[in-house]
């Protein structure tokens, strides 16, 4: 697929790297020589040094002949200016990035297709769609959906109180609801065999189905933990709006903002239901006089990273179970998943792998891949007489790292264990460590 | 960081690649039933044994993106040149042909470096075998080792990028095409399409089939190998001269400008390119000076004129190397000039050496500039090539690299005068290796025999040629202390 990338900005680089490891034509074009060059010099793709919004820029950069055409740069206006140039010049689809809640609307989707601008994408609606799943479920950490929701892998911390902890995975009993993927310990991705153990302070993946989930809930020893009813967001930006009118119901929302000019903007913005205080989140007091001991999740969503790092980990103090952090300095990710803040929102990230996701589902070549936690996550379309087919799943000596999570056969999830058979035409999710793709793909093919 | 086990996996690959190139070489000595088989088959087996012990050690590198480093791609690049070397020389040292070592290890070296320098007293006395691999060398390397064996069998799907950039030439880097394979594919295309033009009209103009081949091979790769003692003069045919001129020049044009032209038919991008309109006319003017003074000062008359002088100025800025004539019997002034040429050189991206045209034109623009500035202080001088301002770190590249290739070339004089060579012929040996063309100036004769340097001096020239072959950085980079440093 020729794909062309406008705006090396932070969503474009990492939309670039994404899809230049995917052996796709990856064409980035930006303005900025030192942001190009430092791409150019390192991943598998061309660079054009042309303004994304010039048709002589776009026809360099072969826009015409694009499947794909992105407008990611900062400014919305230039992003659909980009993309209605590059529908002109013949591109088949094109994604611009925006900053503008109506636009969404359904009602307007007609009109900017007819411009040429066959989708668009809100960071911030994203991010908020996040947040909100992450406190609906609170205690699973990372959650994915494969072949359109029948199976689901979570991503769960395990401490003192699991079930499941320090026996060889083969003693924990034949026909399990589930099936652990990957275990993350102190750095290191381990695909586990029926010799590995959980430990507690384990990040564990599980691949299961979602009617499931009650059962793993209770295994994995979060069961006490309470439901998310009461949340406190710091910090009144767009985020904080969207995930206010995501939010379920039942949960009770406050909204602290120290600028009293967008507190009250604030209040015409969301509903009623949704409290708004002024005052300083970094401030115990003023978090006492909230009610932070009885709020289960805290959501920092401050224009600073720092900040955000800073007052989850003041909010883990109070005992607050939940905490999700706005941190869009990308060098800062890792650092605070290592400080246990649950969930740590990147604005930027999201949207790369959203317009990822996106393009592999207009894709149709058999290999679908993800990363996450240093390993790779595939879906394969079983191929009449491929290697995988001739035996029992146990019986095949798959290389060490690689382990099948489920399958999808004529449109039910079944999971996979030693003594599954697999066939021909099968839909399977295989998870291997990062790199290993390329060797498992001949057992599919 | 600096990954041993992917460098020693590459390796191993590369090496048994040329351990396959060098077993087909073997059917030649089959073919015309000649003694030099034994040497080809050990040196295919030694290759091939080494290659795969390379593998073992790299055995379980870890085959992901974005592992290789760009340290590694140049480690990779600069063994790989000088291990392909040892190997490639084992058939004339094996097979008796060239006893010494060392001697061995120059004549490869200046193959794949498509120096075209030559140890050799008597050619014509080597069998087809030897003398098709000696071609062969130069065709492999004229595109770049790496380059070739990685463009050609695409096998190792990572560290493409930092392999080709490690080796890759001239001072900016424009892409035919996002995935960097599929530009190496369309690039050899171009390469395997020239040589095959080049044979077939060396065939039509009355040359041997083998001679053909060969020169044709080492025409494309502005090498200068040939199989005759007496070059191109052997022939004594016009036609072949002006076939092989036109060939030289053709191969001395970036291969993206050739591609575009040649399979998209865009002959725009060819008369808009800076590059080629300064090759062009640096090729005209010396030819147009060369001829004028040969023809006064010379029993030359017109046409023979023109002739030499074209084919001489062509042979040298595209360093191929190629003579018909010992044009150190020409006035002194004529040297001078084409010892300025050997400088300049053909186009980035080409398979020719020296400091290329781009950079000369990037060094007189910048000049000029600095004139300007004196009268105008305050005026923003761009630099522009095909158009477009090229950014300020280039220019500076560009400058760093022009004093680098000075320096060099005096240190390379100072080193052969050092060890008892004279004056002129020294400065002409040090440009000779380090422009890649292999025929030098000086009182000795174009072509001083190599054969009678000391073996250190031997030795020496095949660093000079690899340090310009690999367009000086890549090489001295990894002398550096700091790129070792910090692993």
């Known amino acids: 697929m020729r794909i062309v990338i406008a705006g090396a900005g932070n969503v474009g680089t990492h939309l670039a790297k994404l899809l230049a490891g995917e052996n796709q034509d990856i064409i980035l074009i930006d303005e900025s020589e030192d942001k190009l060059s430092r791409m150019d010099s390192s991943f598998d793709l061309m660079t054009i040094q042309e303004s994304p919004v010039s048709l002589y820029g776009l026809k360099e950069a072969g826009a015409g002949a694009a499947d794909l055409f992105v407008a990611v740069t900062p400014d919305e206006s230039r992003n659909l200016i980009s993309c209605q140039l590059a529908h002109f010049l013949g591109a088949k689809k094109t994604v611009a990035r925006i ?207 720092e900040t955000n790092i800073l007052a989850c980990l003041a909010a883990k103090r109070f005992g607050v179970t939940k905490t999700i952090a706005e941190v869009e300095n990308i060098d800062y990710i890792n650092m605070a998943e290592k400080l246990d803040i649950g969930t740590v929102i990147n604005k930027k990230k999201i949207a790369a792998s959203h317009i990822y996701q996106m393009m592999l589902d207009a894709d149709v070549t058999n290999v679908k891949c993800l990363t996450f936690a240093n390993a790779d996550v595939a879906e394969f379309n079983v191929m009449e007489g491929a290697k995988i087919t001739r035996s029992l799943v146990k019986d095949i000596s798959l290389p060490r790292g690689v382990t099948i999570g489920g399958l ?34 001949k057992y599919f093919n | 960081m600096i990954h041993v086990k992917i460098i020693h996996r590459i390796l191993g690959v590369l090496l048994l690649i040329e351990a396959g190139i060098l077993l087909l070489c073997a059917l030649l000595p089959l073919f015309y039933g000649e003694n030099d088989l034994f040497g080809f088959i050990m040196g295919s087996l030694l290759a091939a044994c080494f290659g795969l012990l390379q593998m073992m050690i790299g055995k379980s590198a870890r085959n992901r993106e974005g592992a290789m480093s760009r340290r590694d791609g140049y480690i990779v690049v600069a063994i790989s040149w000088v291990l392909f070397s040892v190997f490639g020389s084992l058939p004339y040292y094996v097979s008796g042909y060239i006893p010494s070592f060392t001697d061995a290890y120059f004549e490869t070296m200046s193959g794949f470096t498509t120096t075209g320098a030559t140890i050799l007293n008597d050619i014509e006395a080597m069998p087809h075998g030897l003398l098709f691999w000696r071609s062969l060398t130069q065709w492999i390397g004229g595109l770049g080792i790496v380059f070739f064996t990685v463009a050609v069998l695409p096998i190792f799907g990572v560290g493409e990028v930092q392999l080709f950039a490690a080796e890759a030439i001239g001072p900016t880097h424009g892409k035919l095409h996002p995935r960097i394979s599929v530009s190496g594919r369309w690039i050899i295309t171009v390469y395997v399409l020239i040589t095959l ?252 025999s190599w054969g009678d340097m000391p073996a250190i001096g031997k030795w020496f020239s095949t660093f000079l040629m690899l340090v310009g072959r690999l367009e000086v950085f890549s090489v001295l980079l990894i002398l550096t202390p700091s790129f070792w440093k910090h692993r």
């Open chain 1, 99 to 305: 900053d503008n809640y109506e636009y969404l609307q359904p009602k307007n989707k007609e009109y900017f297709s007819s411009i040429g601008v066959d989708s668009l994408i809100y960071p911030e609606m994203l991010a908020a769609k996040d947040i909100v799943d992450g406190m609906k479920l609170s205690w699973i950490r990372q959650w994915w959906e494969f072949a359109g929701g029948a199976l689901v892998m979570m991503g769960i911390k395990l401490r003192d109180n699991a079930q499941i902890l320090d026996k060889p995975l083969a003693e924990l009993g034949k026909e399990l609801p589930y099936h652990i993927v990957a275990i993350l310990r102190e750095g290191e991705t381990i695909i586990p065999s029926g010799n590995d153990t959980m430990q507690a302070g384990d990040l564990v993946y599980f691949m299961t189905m979602k009617k499931h989930i009650p059962h793993i809930r209770k295994i994995a020893g979060k069961e006490e933990l309470p439901d998310v009813r009461d949340v406190i967001i710091m910090g009144g930006s767009r985020i904080a709006v969207r995930t206010a009118q995501l939010v379920p119901d039942y949960m009770n929302l406050k909204i602290i903002e120290s600028d009293i000019n967008r507190c009250n903007r604030l209040t015409e913005l969301v509903e009623d239901r949704v409290m708004i205080i002024n005052g300083d989140g970094r401030d115990p007091s003023l978090l006492m006089s909230e009610g932070i001991q009885h709020t289960e999740a805290f959501v920092a969503l401050s224009d600073n990273s």
């Open chain 1, 408 to 441: 999808i056969r004529d449109k039910e999830a079944i999971l996979v264990t030693g003594s599954t058979q697999i066939q021909p035409g099968d839909h399977v999710v295989v998870f291997c460590l990062e790199g290993m793709i390329k060797t498992i793909e």
């Open chain 2, 197 to 448: 033009l080049c044979a077939v009209s060396l065939r039509l103009c009355g040359m041997g089939v083998f001679d053909s081949v060969n020169h044709a091979l080492c025409t494309a790769a502005t090498g200068g190998f040939s199989t005759k003692n007496a070059s191109i003069a052997y022939f004594n045919s016009h036609s072949v001269e002006y076939v092989i001129t036109f060939f030289m020049f053709l191969s001395g044009i970036n291969y993206g400008l050739l591609f575009f032209v040649a399979f998209r038919g865009k002959l725009r991008k060819l008369t808009e390119d800076t590059e080629f309109k300064w090759y062009l006319t640096i090729t005209l003017l010396f030819t147009a000076i060369i001829a004028i003074s040969l023809y006064i000062s010379t029993p030359y008359n017109g046409g023979a004129s023109v002739r030499n002088a074209l084919f001489h100025v062509t042979a040298i800025i595209t360093t191929t190397g190629f003579t018909t004539t010992d044009y150190t019997l020409w006035p002194p002034f004529i040297w001078m000039l084409l010892g300025l040429a050997m400088y300049f050189g053909a186009c980035a991206g080409s398979t020719s050496g020296g400091m290329k045209s781009i950079r000369i034109a990037i060094l007189f623009k910048s000049m000029r500039n600095e004139f300007n500035r004196i009268l105008h202080p305050n005026a923003v001088l761009p630099v522009r090539v095909s158009g477009k301002v090229i950014p300020p770190a280039t220019k500076q590249s560009v400058l760093t690299f022009s004093v680098f290739f000075f320096a060099l070339v005096f240190l390379g004089w100072f080193f052969y005068l050092a060890i008892g060579i004279d004056i002129a012929d020294a400065y002409g040996t040090s440009l000779a290796c380090l422009s890649n063309i292999g025929l030098t100036i000086g009182d000795h004769g174009c072509n001083i």
